[in-house]
């Protein structure tokens, strides 16, 4: 079974230009996905080879490659 492994953490935005704090709610919310295969990055301690590391873009573009989606 896949995990997203979320990272969140601050971004500029590109709209506004200004510095924003993306959450692990929200990064749930913008990547569309399940919150039950969802781990938060930090504090995670052990990761596997097969994880999905997910971040905050500063391209606003939150759409999963074909791998990241099995």
């Known amino acids: 079974m896949v ?9 500029i935005s590109r709209t506004d230009g200004d510095w924003h704090f993306i959450g692990f709610g929200e990064l749930v919310r913008l990547y569309r996905l399940d919150q039950q295969k969802c ?16 971040y905050p873009m500063e391209s606003g573009n939150y759409s999963l490659s074909k791998e990241a989606k099995l």
Not at 3 to 10: A, D, F, M, W
């Open 39 to 54: 781990i938060d990055g930090t504090t995670l301690i052990n990761t596997r080879s097969d994880d999905v590391h997910l």
């Open 3 to 11: 995990r997203y492994i979320l990272h969140p953490g601050k971004v």
